[in-house]
Nanobody
Framework: VQLQASGGGLVQAGGSLRLSCVAS??????????MAWFRQAPGKEREFVAA???????DYADSVKGRFTISRDNAKKTVYLQMNNLKPEDTAVYYC???????????WGQGTLVTVSS
């Protein structure tokens, strides 16, 4: 299983970006796994951002609730993170992750950099 994240870039505060995470692997389906986005800012620990479970239930960190939306396209094996009203504190490398229900996230993408200027 491989996860390829993309969509990062430089955006002004208040702007929007959409991150994508494409999964590959013969038996991998995004609807079977819990999929999530994490981020790591410079000098900080990695933190949870959002998740969509195999049953489609979503969860968000308090810092992004109401601004970010996680979704998935099963046919395209892709998970998205729509980020609106971005703030400078959202600047980080964003990673997508996958894990079977009840287990830790065992698969990770390479990360995509999001930079929000003030």
């Amino acid at each position: 299983v491989q996860l390829q994240a993309s969509g990062g870039g430089l955006v002004q505060a208040g702007g929007s970006l959409r991150l994508s995470c494409v999964a590959s692997g013969l038996t991998f389906t995004v609807s079977t796994y819990n999929m999530a986005w994490f981020r790591q800012a410079p000098g900080k620990e990695r933190e949870f951002v959002a998740a969509i479970r195999s049953d489609a239930i979503t969860d968000y960190a308090d810092s992004v609730k109401g601004r970010f939306t996680i979704s998935r396209d099963n046919a395209k094996k892709t998970v998205y993170l729509q980020m609106n009203n971005l703030k400078p504190e959202d600047t980080a490398v964003y990673y997508c992750a996958a894990g079977l229900p009840g287990r830790t996230y065992g698969y990770w993408g390479q990360g995509t950099l999001v930079t929000v200027s003030s």
